[in-house]
């Protein structure tokens, strides 16, 4: 009898002992870097929009109705050294509808045209960062804004120290 107890406590232990599987990238992209693409998406369509504004602002300052000033090329110019997002001409393309000389028009249309940006621009970013996905046993890392980013290979993935130095960056532009 107290063998048959012996074996049926060892049948019920046995399975808690068993090995979880590690986490695999595709969750760890899923749980992790999609949510950190959106942000990162977020802040540089955000960093648009401000850079937008304050030109407009500027030049309404500046200039007036029928004004010689330029003012869809300068807006162009100005958001193609916009930090990770370089527009440049084909944000001038996509104003061309825009009456030339309404700044509040010119603006509206800039800020249409960077939430069209939205979902290409973070399917860009993931790629990237998708493509740079260290994996060891213990943690994956990846690098993002010069920075090697570390979680821990576990349910969740707890956030660990950064890693040694910068790490390789990358400028994507919004266009397509």
């Known amino acids: 009898m107290r063998l048959g107890t012996a074996v049926l406590a060892v049948a019920l232990f046995l399975?808690?002992?068993a090995t979880t599987p590690l986490p695999s990238k595709a969750a760890f992209s899923e749980q992790i870097l999609d949510p950190l693409a959106a942000k990162f998406t977020d802040e540089t369509l955000q960093n648009g929009r401000a850079a937008v504004g304050v030109?407009?602002?500027k030049w309404k300052?500046?200039?007036?109705?029928?004004?010689?000033?330029?003012?869809?090329?300068?807006?162009?110019?100005?958001?193609?050294?916009?930090?990770?997002?370089?527009?440049?001409?084909?944000?001038g393309h996509a104003l061309?509808?825009?009456?030339?000389?309404?700044?509040?028009?010119?603006?509206?249309a800039a800020f249409a045209w960077l939430e069209t940006r939205r979902s290409p621009y973070k399917e860009k970013v993931l790629t990237l960062w998708d493509g740079r996905i260290q994996e060891t046993t213990?943690?994956?890392a990846v690098c993002i804004k010069g920075k090697e980013r570390r979680y821990q290979r576990?349910?969740?993935?707890p956030r660990l120290d950064d890693g040694p130095g910068p790490c390789?960056?990358?400028?994507?532009t919004l266009n397509d």
Do not use: H, W
């Open 168 to 172: 390789q960056t990358t400028t994507l």
């Open 15 to 17: 399975p808690a002992c």
């Open 138 to 140: 213990d943690y994956f």
């Open 61 to 91: 300052k500046e200039n007036q109705r029928g004004s010689s000033v330029p003012l869809l090329s300068t807006i162009g110019g100005l958001l193609g050294n916009a930090p990770g997002a370089a527009i440049g001409a084909t944000l």
């Open 154 to 157: 576990t349910a969740g993935f």
């Open 55 to 57: 030109y407009i602002v």
């Open 96 to 108: 061309d509808s825009a009456p030339k000389d309404d700044p509040d028009a010119m603006q509206a």
